[in-house]
């Protein structure tokens, strides 16, 4: 099972810009959709983005469509998300996960989808 790291996260103020990673190890991920997930103080987790295997296709959630981008640097087995325009609601702890898969709701993890702890991100007013 692959192994990921999340780092990167810290305190930005409102309009400003972060970018976070994810190390896996293990195993190589150039064959796995890979994603972002996040949970804030109090609200379950969701989903924020998502990056097909070849990294030619990405997903957003609604909410940071536009401000986010989701990459992937297959030689270093690591997945990144461009974070831009920050606000106060994308506070929260920033999850790797992977490998999803799609269903009807939407990109989802599996029994064998495996997480990182976790980056902390806040955004100040």
């Known amino acids: 099972q692959v192994q990921l790291v999340e780092s990167g996260g810290g305190l930005v103020q409102a309009g400003g810009g972060l970018r976070i990673s994810c190390a896996a190890s293990?195993?190589?991920?150039?064959?796995?959709?890979m994603g972002w997930f996040r949970q804030a103080p109090g609200k379950e987790r969701e989903f924020v983005s998502a990056i097909s295997w070849s990294g030619g296709t990405a997903y957003y959630a609604d909410s940071v469509k536009g401000r986010f981008t989701i990459s992937r640097d297959l030689a270093k087995n690591t997945v990144y998300l461009q974070m831009n325009s920050l606000k106060p609601d994308d506070t929260g702890v920033y999850y790797c996960a992977g490998p999803l898969f799609w269903r009807p709701t939407g990109w989802d993890a599996v029994p064998n989808t495996s997480w990182g702890q976790g980056t902390q991100v806040v955004v100040s007013s």
């Open positions: 293990g195993r190589t991920i150039s064959d796995y959709v």
